[in-house]
């Protein structure tokens, strides 16, 4: 976890009821992630929460809204107060083939 000082922002992970970071009421917004309700920082991207989850960018599809997003924007899209993100992790592997 990054150190964060008083007044500073970041992530509330509100499921186990301590912060990421910290999160001011005044600059806070509440987004949905996953299904989940969590706080953030008013002025955070969709790649900011991604590295404040420590979810690495390379094997992820983020959806906000039901818009999929291309990799390219994750640090140029504003979270906005109501956001629904969705984030999908891809996972190597597969089924061995059978044969009769």
């Known amino acids: 976890m990054r150190g ?20 001011t009421m005044a600059e806070a917004i509440q987004i949905q992630v996953n299904g989940e309700q969590r706080s953030c920082q008013a002025d955070a ?12 960018t390379e094997r992820v599809a983020v959806e906000v809204n ?5 990799r390219k924007d994750f640090d140029h899209r504003s979270l906005r107060q109501g956001d629904r993100v969705e ?14």
Not at 4 to 23: A, C, E, M, R, Y
Not at 45 to 56: M, N, P, Q, Y
Not at 66 to 70: G, H, K, T
Request: glycine fraction near 18%.
């Open 4 to 23: 964060k000082g008083i007044g500073q922002t970041g992530f509330v992970d509100n499921q186990i009821s301590g912060p990421l970071g910290w999160v």
């Open 66 to 70: 039901l818009e999929i997003m291309e």
């Open 45 to 56: 991207t969709v790649g900011d929460l991604l590295r404040e989850l420590a979810i690495k």
């Open 87 to 100: 984030i999908l992790s891809f996972i190597g592997g597969g089924a061995e083939e059978v044969r009769h």
